[in-house]
């Protein structure tokens, strides 16, 4: 099994959190995304944890909400007392809903609205990362005009060039995010929010990609932004006190992926840091990590019913499920690979090759190709693993299918988190 919370019962069924995904699938129906708590709490206490450890507790890991965004998720991210990092008004709205304290809140973006800064500005959230400088000028004005004030950091792009599909990299300089290190512009802004009247910059932040393997990408990192910080404290006299690292831990989709413990990013990142500032002569600057996929990746799985089963002789086997892109547009945007499972009929040996495909009016709707589950039939359960990030938060109501439900379990015990969409919630905004 992929990892240590999915077990095969007695029946034969297949078990996600100590759940009975065959009977979740019959008590709330499919397509249904299945949340597993207790993984979700256990992998922010580590990322808590390691804080504590690696930087004495001058730090903070936030929840990217993008990756998995409900009131739910930031009922438990407050709980364990993270912080999140949201990247619209939507995301904002979502949190500040859910009660979430706004000065443990990071707001991102390549391009900021108006509204969505002088929302931010009223919610008082506790720092905006600043991706360009249309956005320092806006902002500074905004702050002046509503007699505010905000912390900001300046988003840099290291220049590092993670090995990652080329729509989830975004260190490198091209990149459509933040400010470039070489050619001085980084430098520029860093002097001209020094000078803003109505902002603070408190430190840096960099990202330098998604589903990332390696430790080396995370450790050049950490030392370019620590050189740049001692360059502007040589240039300027200023010491910047905060630096977010960003997130992008990889996680595992199938056996193929062996993702390093995060802890051990940590430990590694924690040491190029505390070499860097002594060799630099700096002080620690408070250190924020943004991990949105470790954290509810492997933590979800999707539930579907299986409808047709196709086969082309010498093609391909289609077995179609009663979702697909609208749930799950990972496929179709990255061709993203996924184990899946026949739930009901998970202890039966997994030699059957097939093409799963989704129901939506394009031939590239399809969650995997070639890949192995049971021998099944129309009726049956499929589970496909690893589905808790970036599949809920990217459905959409294509073909105007619903979206499905949302249901967290936890010490087996399952629970409504988001009702499934019904046809009258399609046509609601219509006139
Ligand atoms: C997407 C994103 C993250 C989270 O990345 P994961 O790969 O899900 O950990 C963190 N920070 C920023 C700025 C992001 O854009």
Request: glycine share 10%; hydrophobic share 25%.
């Given at each position: 099994m992929l990892n240590e919370d999915l077990k095969i019962n007695q029946e034969g069924h297949l078990l996600f959190g100590g759940a009975d995904t065959v009977a979740l699938a019959k008590q709330y129906g499919t397509p249904l995304y299945v949340m597993n708590e207790n993984r979700i709490r256990k992998i922010c206490n580590m990322y808590k944890q390691s804080i504590e450890k690696c930087y004495h507790g001058n730090g903070l890991p936030l929840f990217a909400s993008k990756a998995f965004c409900c009131k739910e998720i930031c009922r438990i991210m407050n709980d364990e007392g993270m912080g999140l990092d949201v990247v619209s008004g939507g995301e904002l709205y979502t949190a500040m809903q859910a009660?979430?304290?706004?000065?443990?809140i990071q707001f991102h973006g390549n391009n900021k609205t108006t509204e969505e800064m002088k929302y931010a500005l009223t919610c008082g959230v506790g720092h905006f990362v600043v991706d360009n400088l249309t956005e320092l000028h806006t902002l500074d004005n905004l702050a002046g005009c509503m007699h505010g004030h905000a912390n900001i950091l300046l988003r840099i792009k290291p220049g590092i060039d993670a090995h990652t599909h080329k729509f989830i990299?975004?260190?490198?300089?091209?990149?459509?995010?933040g400010f470039a290190l070489e050619t001085g512009e980084a430098m520029a802004a860093v002097k001209e929010a020094l000078q803003a009247?109505?902002?603070?910059?408190?430190g840096l932040h960099c990202h330098i990609g998604s589903?990332?393997?390696?430790?080396q990408p995370f450790l050049l990192a950490a030392k370019v932004m620590l050189t740049f910080i001692r360059d502007i404290k040589a240039e300027t006299g200023a010491e910047l006190q905060e630096l977010n690292l960003g997130g992008g831990f990889g996680i595992k989709y199938t056996e193929q992926d062996q993702p390093v413990p995060y802890d051990q990013y940590m430990e590694q990142v924690s040491k190029t840091v505390h070499s860097c500032c002594s060799e630099y002569n700096l002080a620690l600057p408070k250190i924020y990590i943004e991990p949105g996929r470790s954290i509810v990746g492997e933590s979800g799985l999707t539930l579907y019913t299986i409808g047709a089963v196709k086969s082309i002789p010498n093609t391909r086997t289609y077995v179609s499920v009663d979702g697909g892109m609208t749930d799950n547009p990972r496929y179709i945007l990255y061709q993203s690979t996924y184990e899946a499972i026949v739930a009901n009929k998970a202890?039966?040996?997994?030699d059957y090759t097939v093409t799963i495909a989704g129901?939506?009016?394009?031939?590239?709707?399809?969650?995997?190709?070639h890949t192995p589950i049971q021998k099944c039939a129309p009726g049956d359960i499929l589970a496909v693993l690893s589905?808790?990030?970036y599949n809920y938060s990217m459905a959409s109501n294509y073909n105007r299918v619903p979206r499905p439900a949302v249901v967290f379990v936890k010490d087996g015990s399952p629970r409504v988190a988001v009702r499934r969409e019904s046809y009258a919630d399609l046509v609601q905004n219509d006139l």
């Open positions: 009660g979430f304290p706004p000065e443990r990299r975004t260190g490198q300089i091209d990149s459509k995010f009247k109505n902002v603070t910059l408190t589903q990332i393997f390696e430790i202890e039966k040996p997994r129901r939506c009016c394009e031939s590239g709707d399809l969650i995997q190709e589905t808790g990030a």
